[in-house]
């Protein structure tokens, strides 16, 4: 007969058997914990939490050579990342540089066979319980948050590199590692995982699907504090105070737009508004920053959600968590040459007494330019203890390249003569790699913008913590070697154990005015298409707005009108967009606008109608069905095609000449049940033989494309893409280029889809 109480975990039991010795025995941590804490926004709050150490490839001489450097060779054909001493966690694996097949090993508690030996592909979002959003290969790299604990040591290896000419592939890794504090330890991670672990991960999963909910502690109730905002230009309005001890978890700030009088005057309001927050009666504040990067919008309102900030319609929030003691004020500053008013409501959790554990919440925004050659942009410089939370960066270079991003993110702390964090490019800081792909936004990373040769992109450092005693200091380089023309704009969140004023002082209202677009007229599209990509049409149309104020006499100014004018499909219904493109048949009938708008229309009209678009920079046809239904434009120009397709089943395939690098091929068809578009999953062929273009040919032995397709379109050399009406299709479709090898350089590659209309769908095999 079993006794109550004596089933244990098998973690715990083996904790049990292996500690030893006199002593309290030491503290338990359990997986499922470590993995709650991704989802926790108290946690980055904790100035107690145990530390990051951080380890990369950074070049050991200090230049741009961050590859392929690591800490020791391993067995033949592999190389050594890391060598940790536990007891201890892994909270953030990076690597790019390798394919998915590329080899990685991990090797727990001295044993001589790795507990974990997969492609990085797999361990990066291919294989349980390694899967997105915790785990996943976007924006060119690899990424990992699953917690990997380790009791005694971890050993990582990656499978060789350098293996071909030119140190070709170039292996690049970030590994952070979060030794656990005296009096803690932890069981090493073992597949598969317990129940408990992988609910934890489910929830931490639907928490992040959900970014912007919010709820106190444990589920503590919220006190909502609304207020009108109102400042005359020059003025300030000033919030009442909010006593404390208490939490802010969320502010929210919805400024009134349409009171503005144009889009020029409404993206300005960006900078020309200054938030400021006041902790405890504290005489200056520590919160400083415009309101519009305070809200996570740089140069344009974006909407989007993290973890920790984000933009809904017209309203900004902030969720990092912000405890105090005394009492809590805010004031938005309206250095605008118009009235400002705003909504304004804070959610806050009263506490019994304020935690010594976590600190007060600081901001601080910081400009360098382009002339500031042979220094760095410093992100942040401060005293006292605390925890530099993360930071958001604007990235403008003026030298007709990314190479701004080459440059190293670097860390120092107390003193400390040298960096204890130096990076290994900005992008790979930011969870991206070789000059990013597309704009996204992830929980605890993102990339807001991107075009030629701007970035917008952010991290936040929940669970791998950045603690500083006395002081901290955080740099980008402007570049290698500090050569790059280039202009930051950053912001920066930390906690202090006290309040103190803001660590840097914000430069006047001319000075903080986004950095001059030299390639604004043609970008336009690309900034579209980043709109489309996080499903702000909205905001799409505004930038058109703004667009054409800026640029009288656009020779594609009607275009870009029809296209504002197909966005209300998305946002209001065919029944809204119909009647604003029939008003564009009143342009020259041989025009783009007229053409494009009449096509739209048709397309509104006819039940079986559909719209097939073509971008590639190659020579390429489109077989529908076995017949050739439309041929390549001109790389920048997007070749559109009206069809009627029947419902039932249907084959797309796409043949398309040899190109240097760089070469895409995308294709989107756009029918009234669904849409089929490239994708990384489509088969692929070089030189196929057989009648592949028919229906009903077998492509089951055809690879996949993989990967996550290319950067564009378009890739430099490339940088125009001409305007044109059809909404989604340069957004949604990804563009392709083959994954198998080319050796002949001549000949033809065939990407095939086939596809099922139905009635109400449309479904892919």
Not at 67 to 93: E, I, T
Not at 397 to 418: A, C, P
Not at 495 to 502: D, I, Q
Not at 742 to 761: C, I, L, N
Request: aromatic share 12%; with cysteine; charged share 20%.
């Amino acid at each position: 007969m079993r006794r109550r109480g004596m089933i244990l975990p098998l973690a715990a039991l083996a904790f049990g058997l292996a500690w030893s010795g006199c002593g309290p025995r030491p503290r338990l941590v359990e997986l499922p914990e470590l993995i709650s804490r991704l989802a926790e926004r108290d946690f980055i709050s904790r100035l107690d939490a145990p530390d990051t150490q951080f380890t990369a490839s950074t070049d050991p001489a200090g230049g741009n050579n961050d590859f392929n450097n690591y800490l020791r060779a391993g067995p033949p054909g592999w190389w050594v990342l890391a060598d940790l001493k536990g007891p201890g966690y892994v909270s953030r694996f990076w690597f790019t540089g390798g394919e998915p097949p590329h080899r990685i090993r991990l090797f727990f508690d001295n044993e001589k066979k790795p507990r974990i030996d997969a492609a990085i592909g797999e361990f990066c979002g291919g294989m349980d319980p390694f899967r997105p959003p915790l785990a996943a290969y976007e924006n060119y790299c690899y990424y990992n948050y699953v917690p990997l604990t380790y009791r005694k040591r971890l050993v990582i290896m990656i499978e060789a590199g350098a293996t071909r000419e030119g140190g070709w592939p170039r292996l690049f890794h970030q590994v952070n590692a979060t030794p656990l504090p005296s009096g803690q330890t932890v069981a090493s991670f073992s597949l598969p995982l317990a129940p408990p672990a992988l609910a934890a991960l489910e929830k931490v999963a639907a928490q992040w699907s959900k970014p912007a909910a919010i709820a106190g502690a444990g589920g503590s109730p919220l006190t909502e504090i609304t207020a009108a905002a109102r400042a005359a230009p020059g003025a300030a309005w000033r919030m009442p105070s909010v006593a404390g001890p208490a939490v802010l978890r969320e502010v929210q700030i919805t400024p009134d737009f349409a009171a503005l009088p144009d889009a020029g005057a409404r993206e300005r309001l960006l900078r020309s508004v200054v938030l400021r927050i006041y902790w405890d009666g504290l005489a200056e504040p520590s919160v400083v920053a415009p309101l519009g990067d305070f809200g996570g919008s740089v140069w344009q309102r974006t909407r989007y959600q993290s973890f920790f900030f984000g933009m809904d319609n017209d309203t900004w929030a902030c969720r990092f968590p912000m405890p105090f003691a005394a009492g809590a004020e805010l004031e938005l500053d309206n250095q605008s040459e118009f009235p400002f008013s705003a909504r304004v409501r804070l959610s806050a959790e009263k506490t019994a007494a304020p935690d010594p554990g976590r600190g007060y919440f600081h901001a601080v925004w910081n400009k360098s330019g382009k002339d500031d050659i042979g220094s760095p942009h410093v992100v942040l410089e401060t005293q006292g203890r605390g925890r530099f939370a993360g930071c958001l960066l604007g990235a403008v270079s003026f030298d007709n390249s990314f190479w701004l991003l080459e440059g190293d993110e670097l860390m120092w702390r107390d003193g400390e003569l040298q960096p204890f964090w130096r990076g290994t490019g900005l992008e790979d800081y930011f969870t991206g790699g070789w000059y990013y792909q597309n704009v996204l936004a992830r929980p605890l990373h993102g990339l807001l913008y991107k075009t030629f040769f701007r970035t917008v992109q952010y991290r936040v450092h929940l669970p791998d913590a950045v603690n500083f005693q006395k002081s901290f200091r955080m740099i980008f380089e402007r570049g290698p070697d500090h050569a790059s023309h280039g202009v930051f704009e950053s912001l920066a969140w930390y906690y202090l154990a006290r309040p103190r004023p803001a660590g840097m002082s914000l430069p006047p209202l001319a000075e903080r005015q986004p950095p001059d677009d030299v390639m604004d007229k043609i970008t336009v599209m690309l900034k579209l298409l980043a709109c489309e990509r996080f499903g702000d049409y909205q905001a799409a149309r505004e930038y058109i707005d703004g667009f054409l104020a800026r640029n009288e006499g656009f020779p594609f100014a009607a275009v870009l009108r029809a296209r504002q004018a197909a966005y209300l499909e998305f946002l209001e219904g065919a029944a809204a967009a119909k009647p604003a493109l029939a008003g564009f048949l009143a342009e020259p009938e041989d025009s783009p606008a007229h053409i494009q708008a009449q096509m739209l229309l048709d397309y509104f009209d006819q039940p079986s109608a559909a719209l097939l678009g073509l971008n590639a920079n190659m020579a390429a046809r489109v077989f529908l069905d076995g017949a050739v239904v439309l041929e390549s434009a001109p790389a920048e120009k997007l070749a559109v095609k009206a069809l009627a397709i029947k419902p039932g089943r249907h084959v797309l395939a796409v043949q398309c000449r040899f190109q240097n690098y760089p070469d895409w091929i995308q294709l989107y068809l756009k029918m009234h049940p669904g849409a089929v578009y490239t994708a990384p999953d489509w088969r692929h062929a070089v030189n196929p033989s057989g009648a592949w273009w028919l229906l009903d040919y077998d492509d089951r032995q055809w690879a996949k494309v993989g990967g996550t397709g290319c950067k564009g379109p378009p890739e430099e050399p490339y940088v125009w893409m001409e305007p044109n009406a059809f909404v989604d299709m340069q957004s949604r479709a990804i563009a392709l280029r083959p994954s198998a090898l080319w050796p002949s350089k001549t000949g033809f590659v065939v990407y095939r889809r086939v596809f099922q209309v139905g009635p109400d769908s449309v479904t892919v095999e």
